[in-house]
């Protein structure tokens, strides 16, 4: 997976142009609102979305392409980007909260239990986690071969699991969720192309 990602920032850089998704925004006022003052973005690219968070909480990102911490060390200087695995805790702090954009969907089973475990191992007790992920209403959805139950490599090379609401909630079994949905996102390129697709997200928060 890193040889696909790290091909692609060197290729097209700023993948998806520099605009935050709209769910940065809404979990920034959620974070501010509950009175965080640090986040943690597993999987931050070249920061698109740490830049949000870094105008006002201590943030950091960890990120496994050496193309997209190049990217992300000039956008967004204010955030501590942690060259590594979003799978193993990187921090040796516990944070207030935890934005996580569309990587837990790149993953099979026991991987994705392995990075909700990290993000949970980086986060106090009570702290938030806000995560977006490919969703089973998604077009995608069913495409190509099946590698697990709802996981699916859906483009040459390229595989993801697309949840239902419960098996979301599934994951986040042993923290409190607040609130779940599904929504339209739209993607567009720095090519100037756009892409929309079905996405869903979960807010938990954890318990211990
Ligand atoms: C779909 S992109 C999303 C990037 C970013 N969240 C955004 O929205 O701009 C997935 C990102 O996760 C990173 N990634 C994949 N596996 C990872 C891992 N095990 N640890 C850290 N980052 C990883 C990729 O390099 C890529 O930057």
Redesign the pocket.
Known sequence: ??QY??GR?AREGM??GSEP?PTAWQAEKLFRAEGVESVL?????????TKVFSAGFTTYG????TE?LELAAEWDPETTFIA????EPQLNVQVDAVY????LH??LEA?RRQ?IAACLAQLKPGGLLYFTSFSDEDTNNGRGRRLEPGTYEYKEAKYAHFFSDADLRDHFTGTEIRETGSFPESLHSSQGGSHEYILRYIIARKTD
């Open positions: 997976m890193s990602w790290s920032f993948i998806w998704s973005v597993p999987g931050a690219g070249y920061g698109r979305n960890i990120e496994m392409s997209a590594g695995s979003a799978l996580c954009y569309d990587v790149l993953f991987e990075l």
